[in-house]
């Protein structure tokens, strides 16, 4: 179906905030190509163009089954217009479909914006009441705690795979045996994971999951969510009665196909990728520890991704680097790029309780395809030379 036909450009050797976005895999834009043209079909006609522009949702549809490794038969997919998108259909649509009002959620202070602005909207309208889980030093809910906060007639638990910020991975199958164990229905945020780390729908037991596609080099403004069969939800949006009902509104033709064209891609390169880029992350990580003194790697390093990696760095802002690595052209992050520009205090790692001088000097590197060894050396060094200057006082 895809094929793998060109390494990412140079240009993308110094991009180091995947995390935030992937740059499109060359194969996927090929892919993507005829819809955008020639095959511009809307997928609900019936004429030839239609057809073949349904065909190719029901194509990626299956993509996404398969990576994912989803049952075909019991598991629907619904193409979103984000993973924001995705998540406030699950939140929105299981306290809809449960038909309590409050209910009962549980989730977890670390989780995206996403998830935590659609919680605390449907609490602020009293349809959800929500047990909010605390994480320690390490970052991870502690499965145990999932457990002791269940009550009779918990609607939803939703945790997401990998934190967004520190690469952090939450004990999602744990939770997902407890909330099968009591009955509780479980979503999982799979934005940052999906493509990175194994995700085994069937494997972790979860109900609901969340993805999107341009955290593994596919489009942006594409995203899905996957409902275990049987699961029944409410729609967010009303309409021509599109993605089984569940999100109306004419398909994304081109945006689905390179969804479906990255994430069999990304599983497709995920092993090789992963140990690649688990070394690079050792090496940036020895590196800046050799250059700079006061550095402190932030969040579990057992259960992270391999891309991944948060450091806390003493007397210097994090905004202040990610500023000045930028007029050197290397792109990182401060915090999550979601939150006011990347440049608010993290509440993941205020939730950890690091002390605030590493909060406040936190840096994000998430690497990807286009990264080299060299390109993580020139990292190093251009770090740990914008530091110094910081320190000096000479970039103030
Ligand atoms: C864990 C997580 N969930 C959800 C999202 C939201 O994704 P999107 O902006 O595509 O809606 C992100 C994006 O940063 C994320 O990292």
């Known amino acids: 179906m895809v094929e793998l036909t060109a ?5 993308t050797a110094h991009y180091f905030d995947h995390a935030a976005t992937a740059p499109l895999a060359p194969e996927v834009q090929e892919a993507m190509r005829p819809y955008l043209g020639e095959r511009f079909g809307n997928a609900s006609t019936i004429y030839p163009l239609g057809v073949e522009a349904a065909y190719a949702v029901e194509r990626a549809r299956l993509q996404v089954l398969r990576a994912l490794h989803a049952d075909e038969a019991q598991t629907r997919v619904v193409f979103t217009g984000s993973a924001t998108e995705a998540i406030n259909l699950a939140h929105k649509g299981m306290v809809w479909a449960s ?53 009779p007639g918990t609607a939803l638990i939703s945790l997401m795979l990998a934190n967004s910020e520190t690469g952090v991975l939450h004990p999602i199958a ?3 045996r407890t909330a099968r164990a009591h009955g509780v229905l479980i979503h999982c945020d799979a934005a940052q994971a999906a493509g990175k780390v194994p995700v085994d729908f069937a494997a972790l037991g979860v109900d609901l999951l969340s993805i999107n596609a341009h955290k593994f080099h596919g489009p942006k403004g594409v995203g899905a969510l996957l409902i275990r069969g049987g699961v029944e939800i409410e729609p967010l949006i009303h309409g021509g ?9 004419t398909e ?11 994430i069999e891609l990304a599983v497709r390169l995920r092993e090789a990728e992963a ?16 250059r700079v003194r006061g550095v ?4 579990d390093q057992t259960h992270c991704l391999p891309s991944t990696l948060n450091l806390g760095i003493e007397d210097v802002e994090g905004p202040r680097v990610v500023a000045l690595m930028g007029e050197r052209g290397f792109s990182i ?61 000479e970039s103030a």
């Open 7 to 11: 390494m990412p450009s140079p240009e």
């Open 99 to 151: 038909g309590r009002r409050p209910a009962h959620v549980i989730s977890c202070v670390t989780e995206h914006s996403a998830s935590l602005q659609s919680l605390r909207w449907l609490e602020t309208r009293g349809e959800a009441a929500v047990t909010w889980l605390p994480v320690g030093v390490t970052g991870r809910a502690d499965p145990a705690g999932v457990e002791r906060a269940l009550r």
């Open 174 to 176: 744990e939770a997902a």
């Open 241 to 249: 009665g599109q993605e089984g009902g569940l999100r109306a509104g």
């Open 252 to 262: 994304n033709v081109a945006g689905i196909v390179g969804l479906g064209a990255a």
């Open 275 to 290: 140990t690649r880029l688990l070394g690079l992350r050792r090496r940036v990580i020895e590196g800046v520890q050799s």
């Open 296 to 299: 402190h790697v932030h969040g």
């Open 333 to 393: 992050a401060a915090g999550s790029a979601c939150t006011a520009r990347g440049t608010a205090r993290s509440h993941v790692l205020t939730a950890m309780g690091l002390p605030e001088a590493q909060v406040a000097g936190a840096i994000r590197i998430s690497l990807g395809r286009g990264n080299t060894a060299s390109s993580a050396d020139d990292l190093v060094e251009a770090l740990a030379e914008v530091i110094d200057s910081l320190r000096r006082g």
